[in-house]
């Protein structure tokens, strides 16, 4: 028979030369079909839900930098990916018209051959400064395109910060402020929340750990799991540098009161920035 004696590729030529043609693109001004939810979180949008809440004036957008590394032996690796996800809701409700992009996830955590800083350890992810950087213009542009007017870049993570600065300084030039990129160094300076709660009574005597009452704190007000809460209260080592943990609603208070100093100064700090133009 004929067929015995095609090959495989013969077979699949056919399939190789139809086009597969492209997605028809929708008419931008299709009325949304269905009820809107309502989140500051882009990518839990549809993009007629976003195209609608840029239409009421919500012009601005969060770009987080976060990170996954190692952070001692009660931490998760992706702690400030959580930490943001709590802190950039509450910034965007506080500047209103904001919406926060998917949280940036991969950072420069150290070179990766030979292996420095976090890539010492196993679970750590890391880019080249580069590569980062290269990402996060990237990441600007496509909001640029789709016409948001503020962009803010503002991370968890201390080496996040000069790859963050180096992209809003160079998108300000070449764009002329339209839109605006706004770079809050504001919201990591950790060595003013260290102080702030040492001011509060919080005096902690270091481990050794990549850990903290501060972090700690924050990601229990979060999500118990990310410090693992229970596996350390049935260990005996619900505490860090000194300090209980213990009672669980305490800690949880203290989490919710640094969130909301650090958003507060990332707020002041994103109108100071967005009031000089």
């Known amino acids: ?9 013969a077979l699949l030529l056919p399939l190789a030369l139809t086009a597969i043609p492209d997605p028809v693109a929708p008419d931008p001004k299709t009325p949304r079909p269905i009820e809107a939810v309502e ?6 949008l549809t993009w007629m839900e976003v195209r609608d809440v840029m239409a009421t004036g919500t012009d601005t957008v969060i770009i987080a930098t976060g990170g996954i590394e190692q952070n001692g032996p009660y931490i998760v690796t992706g702690k400030h990916n959580y ?23 991969y950072v420069p955590e150290g070179d990766i051959d030979p292996p420095s800083l976090h890539m010492k350890y196993p679970g750590s992810i890391s880019l080249r400064e580069e590569t980062f950087q290269a990402m996060l213009t990237d990441i600007c542009a496509s909001f640029k395109t789709t016409g948001f007017k503020r962009i803010i ?9 000069p790859g963050m600065k180096a992209v809003a300084e160079n998108l300000n030039k070449k764009w002329g402020g339209q839109p605006q990129v706004i770079y809050v160094p504001e919201f990591y300076n950790y060595g003013n929340i260290t102080g702030w709660l040492e001011s509060q009574g919080i005096r902690q005597e270091p ?3 990549h ?10 007000s979060i999500d118990p799991k990310t410090i693992r809460t229970e596996q350390r209260i049935k260990a005996g ?3 860090i540098n000194g300090v209980d943990l213990a009672p669980q609603e305490k ?11 650090r958003t507060d100064k990332a707020v002041a700090a994103i109108k100071a920035a967005s009031a000089k133009r």
């Open 1 to 9: 028979m004929l067929w015995r004696a095609l090959s495989v590729p």
């Open 39 to 44: 989140t500051v979180f882009l990518e839990d």
């Open 83 to 105: 930490v943001l996800k709590g802190a950039t809701q509450l910034i965007a409700k506080k500047l209103g018209k904001t919406l926060v992009a998917p949280i940036v996830a």
């Open 153 to 161: 870049l503002l991370g968890d993570s201390g080496g996040n910060q």
């Open 207 to 209: 481990e050794g750990l």
């Open 211 to 220: 850990d903290d009452f501060g972090m700690s704190a924050q990601l229990l």
């Open 237 to 239: 080592k619900f505490r």
């Open 251 to 261: 800690t949880v208070e203290w989490g919710r009161r640094i969130l909301d100093y």
